[in-house]
């Protein structure tokens, strides 16, 4: 349980899915939540009320993480009001699956500037106002099994998450020595709509734990590396996928 109530994390895309479950998670934990959505701000807004009513402080922000001037308004506004973040988990992604020779350009150029270009919107106009903290903090990014080994069907999508892990492994040596970690959390194959057109019996003979993963697991991961306990873990890929990769 976080004992300092004051303490606030930021996590991208979470109307639904396995980031709806990191912020409840959050929440659980004791920190209040700044919920993010694109499109889903009555998703979103659930999610917040949810959160208020476990006691905890939450409010949503509505921005496009591919739009790089929309987000770093939007952020540097609500910590002008309501100060920087203690933490920040960088969930929100597309994917666009198709067989190499049939993906489109259009399909390339939205899952990277969504996923990978991303990182960069939404981390950017928050390093500085991080340090300046003077105090430890948390930065945790979402990849996949995908960017550790790749998938067929997913290279535009594997290569923006391979490129997420490159990203976190070097931000965190520059923010070692402030004490703000910064580590991934890659899962498998969670229980999203994200899965729905995966061959599931095909695909659970490929996962030694012979299931696929709810979005609470991959929540819990996040929770522990965003909590006190983890504070000498960072530049980590913590794999939540069954033993997959």
Avoid at 62 to 80: G, K, P
């Amino acid at each position: 349980m976080n004992q300092n109530k004051s303490m606030s994390v930021l996590v991208t895309g979470s109307s639904r899915g396995i980031g709806k479950a990191i912020a409840l998670r959050l929440a659980r934990d004791g920190y209040d939540v700044v919920l993010h959505c694109r499109s889903q701000r009555a998703e979103a807004e659930a999610v917040a009320q949810e959160i208020v009513q476990m006691g905890r402080a939450a409010r949503v922000l509505q921005f496009d993480i591919s739009d790089r001037a929309a987000t770093a308004a939007a952020l540097e506004a609500d910590i002008a009001q309501h100060g920087c973040y203690y933490g920040v988990v960088c969930n929100a992604g597309v994917a666009r699956d198709n067989a190499f020779p049939a993906m489109s350009g259009e399909d390339w150029d939205i899952v990277l500037q969504t996923n990978l270009d991303g990182f960069y919107n939404v981390l950017n106009p928050l390093i500085m106002p991080l340090v300046q903290r003077r105090k430890p903090g948390r930065i945790v990014t979402l990849a996949s099994v995908s960017g550790l080994i790749g998938n067929r069907g997913q290279v535009n999508y594997s290569a923006a998450k391979a490129g997420i892990i490159g990203a976190t492994k070097a931000l965190a040596l520059e923010l070692a020595k402030r004490s703000i970690t910064v580590n991934c959390v890659a899962p498998g194959l969670i229980e999203t709509d994200m899965i729905e057109d995966v061959p599931m019996e095909e695909a659970l003979k490929m996962i030694p734990a012979r299931r696929v993963g709810k979005p609470e697991e991959v929540a819990a991961a996040v929770s522990f590396l965003v909590g006190e306990d983890a504070g000498y873990i960072t530049r980590q890929v913590i794999s939540v996928n069954g033993g997959l990769a």
